[in-house]
Structure formats: structure tokens, C-alpha cells
């Protein structure tokens, strides 16, 4: 119960950065990225932007639901 609830409060603060934070998936010259490529660079763009509200990177789950709602918007 007391990991779940960590977990939830850790959620909490990930969704504020993951709002504001913005990966615009263009190639260098200004076309959108589609495919493989689109998805690889979200991944790295999204697991480089996780972290706390106090600036700290996320790790393990806190991580990974960060990257997953990322991921999705």
C-alpha cells in the first residue's frame, strides 16, 4: 500500500512536466519525422525530460509512467 501510494504522489508531479515540456519530432531540415525514426526520438527526448518537480531525474516507476504519458501526447 505504501509503495502505491509513493507511486501515485510521484505520478502527481510528472504530469505537470510532461505538459509543458515539448518534443517536436522534426528532422534538421524542418520536415516532420514519421516511423521509426519519430518513435526513437520521442523515447530519448521523453526519458531525457523525466524529472521531479524539483528538477531530480525520475527512476524505475516513476520513470517509466513519466516516458509512457510522454510517449502517448
Do not use: H, I, W
Not at 502505491?4 to 528532422?27: D, E, I, N, R
Amino acid at each position: 500500500m505504501k509503495r502505491l501510494t509513493v507511486l501515485a504522489l510521484l505520478s502527481v508531479f510528472a504530469t505537470g512536466p510532461a505538459l509543458a515540456q515539448s518534443c517536436k519530432a522534426v528532422s534538421a531540415d524542418g520536415k516532420p519525422l514519421a516511423g521509426a525514426a519519430k518513435t526513437s526520438y520521442m523515447k530519448k527526448c521523453c526519458e531525457d525530460s523525466a524529472k521531479s518537480a524539483e528538477g531530480k531525474p525520475l527512476a524505475g516507476a516513476a520513470k517509466n509512467s513519466y516516458v509512457k504519458k510522454c510517449m502517448k501526447g
